[in-house]
C-alpha cells in the first residue's frame, strides 16, 4: 500500500475546485519521487532512457499535461512520467491476477455506481463486450448491433472469428436504430431464413464513437431494452464512454446500466488508466467471466497501475464533468462572437461539436500559435476548414477568458 501527499504547486486558477487542483497539482520531485519508491535502484528503470534522464536529471520534465487544454479525445492521456506521479497519491494494493487489491476495490465501485451485481476488471473493451455478448447469447448465435458500432465495425470480425456469433447490422451509417427497426428485423427472420438459429443478444454502443459520439436516445432506449425483455433477448450495452452520455443527458450511468444485462465501461478513454475496463452484470454471468479471460489469453498477473489510477481520478469524475460542460457552452457562446469562428453542438451529440473556420483562416498557423504560445490543441480541419473540437477534463485547466484570449491573438 502507498500513499503519500504532496504539497500544493498550483498559482494557475484559484477557482479550480479541490478535486481539480488534485490534479492539477500531480506534478511531483521526481527524484523524491525514484527514491521514496526505490525505483530508481532497479536496473531495468535506470536502462529505460526515459526513467533514467528523469533520474539523472539530465532531461527537464515536460510541462505537466494538466496545463495542456486539448480540444481531441474524450480525457487525459497521461505521459509516463505523469501517469507515475499521479500513481503516487492513489492508495494501491497490489492485485494477483485480477484478484484482491486495487483490482477488487474497482470492481465494488463499479458495481455500486452501475447498480449491477457484479463487477469485473478486463483487459480491454474489445474483450468485455465479446465475451459479454458471447455469454448472454448462449447457444444462439444472431446478434443485433449497430451498423456504426465498435463490436460491428472495429473487433476484427472476434464475434464471428472467434465467437461463433453472427453479428446481424441495423441502421447503416446511423448512430441508433428504434425500437421497431429491432422488432422488424427479428420478426422477418423466419421469413427470410429457412434455419432457426436464434437470437441471443442485442448489443448497444452509446455513445457511438463512429457517430461523433451522439448518444442514443433514452426513450429510445428504453423501448429497445422493454422490447427484449418482453422477447427474451438479453442486451448488452458497449458504455466504453458512458461518462460522456452521462454528462451530456444528465442521465445517470444507474439509470442507462438498468436497461440492460450487461454494461462496459472503458477504463482509459477519460480515466487516465492505461488501459483495461470493466464488464458489470448480474452474478450469474460475471463469474463465467475469469474462465473465459483466462481461455482467451487476457488473464494477466498484475493490474493495480490501472485499477489504482482509476479509483482515484473517479472521485470527483462527474462533478469534474458537470462543470466541463458548462464551460464548454459558455466558451462555445463565447467563441462563436469571434468573427470566422462557428462552434455547434451536434444533434444528439456529448462531447464533440462541429467546427468552422471562413476560408481566410489558415489552420495550421492558428493550430501552431495556439499550440506554442497558449498550450492549447486542437485538431485538423478538412478542405473546407471544417473539423470538429472535442471537449474534456482539460478545458478546467484555465479559464475561459485565457482560452477565449488565446483565439483572439491567434486568428489576429
Ligand atoms: C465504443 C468502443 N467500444 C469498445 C472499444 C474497445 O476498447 P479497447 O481498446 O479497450 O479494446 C472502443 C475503443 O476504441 C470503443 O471506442
Not at 61 to 78: S, Y
Amino acid at each position: 500500500m502507498c500513499k503519500r501527499t504532496y504539497e500544493a504547486d498550483n498559482d494557475h486558477d484559484i477557482s479550480l475546485s479541490s478535486n481539480i487542483k488534485r490534479f492539477y497539482m500531480a506534478s511531483v520531485n521526481r527524484r523524491d519521487f525514484l527514491k521514496n519508491s526505490g525505483l530508481a535502484t532497479l536496473p531495468m528503470l535506470v536502462a529505460n532512457p526515459v526513467l533514467a534522464a528523469m533520474n539523472t536529471g539530465h532531461q527537464q520534465p515536460a510541462p505537466p499535461a494538466t496545463q495542456v487544454i486539448k480540444f481531441m479525445g474524450d480525457g487525459e492521456m497521461f505521459e509516463p512520467t505523469e501517469y507515475l506521479n499521479i500513481l503516487q497519491q492513489a492508495t494501491i494494493v497490489r492485485d494477483s491476477y485480477g484478484a484482491g487489491g486495487s483490482v477488487e476495490a474497482l470492481e465494488k465501485k463499479f458495481a455500486g455506481i452501475t447498480g449491477k451485481e457484479k463487477a469485473i476488471y478486463m483487459p480491454s473493451g474489445t474483450m468485455a463486450n465479446q465475451l459479454a455478448i458471447a455469454v448472454l447469447s448462449g447457444e444462439n448465435s444472431k446478434v443485433f448491433v449497430q451498423e456504426t458500432s465498435h463490436v460491428y465495425r472495429d473487433e476484427a470480425d472476434a464475434a464471428q472469428a472467434v465467437f461463433q456469433k453472427r453479428l446481424m447490422p441495423l441502421a447503416k451509417d446511423e448512430p441508433f436504430f428504434t425500437a421497431q427497426q429491432l422488432q422488424t428485423a427479428v420478426e422477418a427472420l423466419p421469413s427470410e431464413e429457412v434455419f432457426k438459429t436464434g437470437v441471443g443478444a442485442v448489443s448497444i454502443e452509446n455513445p457511438v464513437r463512429r457517430s461523433s459520439g451522439r448518444m442514443v436516445p433514452l426513450e429510445e432506449l428504453r423501448k429497445i431494452s422493454t422490447y427484449c425483455r418482453a422477447n427474451n433477448i438479453k442486451l448488452h450495452f458497449d458504455g466504453a464512454r458512458i461518462y460522456m452520455a452521462a454528462a451530456w443527458s444528465g442521465v445517470s450511468i444507474k439509470e442507462y446500466a438498468s436497461l440492460c444485462d450487461t454494461f462496459y465501461i472503458s477504463l482509459y478513454k477519460y480515466f487516465g488508466a492505461a488501459g483495461g475496463a470493466v464488464l458489470c452484470g448480474d452474478k450469474a454471468v460475471i463469474d463465467k467471466m475469469p474462465h473465459l479471460i483466462k481461455v482467451h489469453g487476457g488473464s494477466m498477473y498484475g493490474n493495480w497501475t490501472n485499477a489504482a489510477m482509476v479509483l482515484y481520478r473517479l472521485e470527483g469524475f462527474e462533478d469534474r464533468m458537470k462543470s466541463t460542460v458548462q464551460k464548454a457552452n459558455e466558451l462555445f457562446d463565447a467563441l462563436n462572437k469571434i468573427s470566422g469562428i462557428t462552434i455547434k453542438a451536434l444533434p444528439g451529440g456529448t462531447n464533440t461539436y462541429a467546427f468552422a473556420l471562413s476560408p481566410k483562416i489558415e489552420i495550421t498557423k492558428l493550430r501552431d500559435a495556439l499550440n506554442t504560445n497558449y498550450n492549447i490543441r486542437i485538431g485538423r480541419v478538412n478542405e473546407k476548414n471544417e473539423g470538429f473540437l472535442t471537449v474534456n477534463e482539460t478545458l478546467l485547466y484555465q479559464d475561459n477568458n485565457y482560452i477565449i484570449n488565446a483565439f483572439k491573438k491567434c486568428i489576429g
